[in-house]
């Protein structure tokens, strides 16, 4: 791993100033930066926690110090400013200091402004912040991986693509955190269907550094989605020693591996590694990519019509501490999930009861989605739970081609399109096994190789039969 971090020094050589007396806190915000981009813990320094804790002993006043700590919190776990005070107030002290020292950077300053917009529910205005940034430093790694996983997190791909190829010019074999830059870039080019060049690229950032498990990520993505499952399968088990180092990410690339069995038809290997790493990891880890997967991963087999027994007592023990978050749709969606996998008919009410409050009362980018397309959703997995598949059917079929605004990938969101297919293939109405046989041609045109479109086209075909 890498540990020749950046001095004082090195920062103001790369165009980017860092306000703070200690050379030890840049080397240490340097850390920090670079397990963020690489998605591993560094366990000479305590991990991505232990260094955190140095860089404010280092110096607790260094704003960018702060804008790191803050920003993980913000964006990885899904904690909820109005809820979480402690955060709230580490988010106001950040700006105000931001604001109060006056040879605090301009840049600096954004930073925390930024951070200021999405604890407020203006998402779409932190990543506006960090786009300026970015034109006049494109160096600034922090603010384009912010701005990429907020991207990833809205599900804007284009965006995605576009923030990174914006700067890419101005980065070089021999700037650091170059491979990691590459492998970003790799992922906007799948998630906007180009997949001969996403794969081109993630496989030039492994050439790099095969421990980079976002150019991995993408490559799993590109197998996902042009199906080659058992190439899929191979490449996660050949490289493994890897990415699995990569504990921030390994979940999510074990969710990839289980999709690829699920795909094929081998229940019994998806939930293997569900029980053995994803549901192990996400109860350990806490982090909400690790917590939609869970969900995710098991409602996807129990559609299948796998047996997944009590699992959701579990799963639904890592998510009842979410039902007020809303901080995106995408993961109240999976929060939804887990109350009905484990039939607690209360959380549910709550939760729903919180989302009406929200669409009221809330303000900003996720508060909008979840107005115009979220509730609807919502709505829909609750009448599918219940049995009223129709309704289901009805609810989502409008805002199909919304969805996208929810969040997550093109992958992530496959739960919606497979839903929609299931309960159109168990609804009580002619028109919608119908309906379901359109999607399902609809599917196979653009996933040729999809042993499960061709086995539930086996199932429409047997309710025409009927």
Known sequence: MHSNWRGSQDWVNQGLRLTTGSNDACKLYDAAVTQYAGWYDDDSLGGMEGTLNKLREADPNFVM???????LE????????????????????????????????????????????????????????????LVEYPHDVLALKFAHDTYFYLGNSYQIRDSIARVLPHWKPTTPLYGYVLGMHSFGLEETNLYPEAETVARKALSINPRDAWATHTLCHVMEMTGRQHEGIYMLEKTDQYWQRCGMLACHNFWHWALYYIEIGDYDMALSIFDQEVSVRASKSGAMLDVVDVCSLLYRLQMEGVDVRDRWDRV???????????????????????????????????????????IREGRGTNAEVTTHVGEKLFKAF?????????????????????????????????LVNLFLIQAAIKSTKPEHHKLARALLNERKLWKTNSPMTDRLLSKVMDLDAD
Not at 66 to 71: I, L, W
Not at 76 to 95: E, F, H, Q, S, Y
Not at 331 to 354: F, R, T
Request: glycine share 6%.
């Open 65 to 71: 110090g702060q804008v790191v700590r803050n920003g």
């Open 74 to 133: 913000l964006l990885g776990t899904g904690r909820n400013t109005k809820l979480d005070t402690a955060l709230r107030d580490d988010v106001n002290k950040m700006i105000e200091l931001s604001r109060s020292n006056p040879e605090v950077t301009l840049r600096e300053q954004r930073h925390a402004t930024a951070l200021g917009c999405w604890a407020a529910g203006e998402i779409e205005h932190a990543t506006a912040v960090w786009e300026n940034i």
């Open 316 to 358: 639904f023990s890592v998510c009842k501490s979410h039902l007020h978050d809303h901080i995106m749709a995408f993961n109240d969606l999976h929060i939804l999930i887990s109350c009905l996998g484990a039939a607690q008919e209360n959380a549910v009410a709550e939760l729903m009861q919180s989302i009406e409050e929200f």
């Open 382 to 414: 609750i009448a599918y739970n219940d049995g009223d598949y129709a309704a289901a059917v009805d609810l989502v079929r409008p805002i199909r081609y919304k969805v996208v605004r929810i969040g997550g990938s093109h992958a992530q969101r496959d």
